[in-house]
Nanobody, 119 residues
Framework: QVQLVESGGGLVQPGGSLTLSCAAS????????MAWYRQAPGKQRELVAK???????SFSDSVKGRFTISRDNAKNTVILQMNNVKPEDTAVYYC?????????????WGQGTQVTVSS
């Protein structure tokens, strides 16, 4: 059974930093397109950052220059480094894995981790 397990959420002050991790129990992890999404109360889930092995990373305009995303294909993990966080970054953050190879468009979600930015 495929599992994506997020960790690292919590309360952080504006201007601070937080690191989110996602551990994936999938085979051929390197082929998956990994992404972080977030959903704030009353808003739709939105893409925050995406990373594909061998390709440039991409970010939403709202986090560009503040967040970075990285992956370790040997450890089946993806990291979202959040710097200079703002109150509007408050949301539940979800790890997403989408199969990037041939075959069925498999997609998996983590359970989410809460990030609250407040003083």
């Amino acid at each position: 059974q495929v599992q994506l397990v997020e960790s690292g959420g919590g309360l952080v002050q504006p201007g601070g930093s937080l690191t989110l991790s996602c551990a994936a129990s999938v085979s051929r992890f390197s082929v998956y397109v990994m992404a972080w999404y977030r959903q704030a109360p009353g808003k739709q889930r939105e893409l925050v950052a995406k990373i594909t092995t061998g390709y440039p990373t991409s970010f939403s305009d709202s986090v560009k220059g503040r967040f970075t995303i990285s992956r370790d294909n040997a450890k089946n993990t993806v990291i979202l480094q959040m710097n200079n966080v703002k109150p509007e970054d408050t949301a539940v953050y979800y790890c997403n894995a989408r199969w990037g190879g041939f075959g069925p468009p498999l997609e998996y979600w983590g359970q989410g981790t809460q990030v609250t930015v407040s003083s």
